[in-house]
């Protein structure tokens, strides 16, 4: 018999942070990652992250609401993508963002701005522990009427 252990949060990572590479995305990979928060359904694609998120958005633009994704934001210095993590990507008719999606199993897991001056990333929350959305606040976002939060 399998048991899944569920990860708990650290306070800062845990994991060993060297050697890294940051790529054209400005995601940091760090080899052997140690502590695994977000996974896709295979686990090729695992990605620590500093914390648990304070608030996830509901996006209603055509791609999200297509995705059927929860977005957590974080910065870049507070994301990690094991090392050997690969993934596709698409651009929706060539806009401002890569979605990356497994390469093995398909299931999206992040977003990176296209534009390196953008600090911000989107997780895919969908694919964390179900205890670390519990006391997340959920947004709404009218991303196919301009962009504003309905709450």
Known sequence: MTTRHEPSPPSRFSIAMAPQ????????VAPG???PLASCHCGAVCIALVSPPS?????????????????????ADDIVVAAGARTDTYACNGQRVDFHRCSVCGCLTHWVPRDPRRGRRGINARLLPPHWLERARLRHRDGANGGEYLD
Do not use: D, M, P
């Open 33 to 35: 990652l140690e502590h």
């Open 21 to 28: 590479r940051t790529y054209e995305s400005g995601l940091r």
């Open 55 to 75: 608030e996830v958005t509901a996006c209603n633009c055509s791609l999200c609401a297509s995705y059927g994704a929860l977005w957590a934001y974080y910065t």
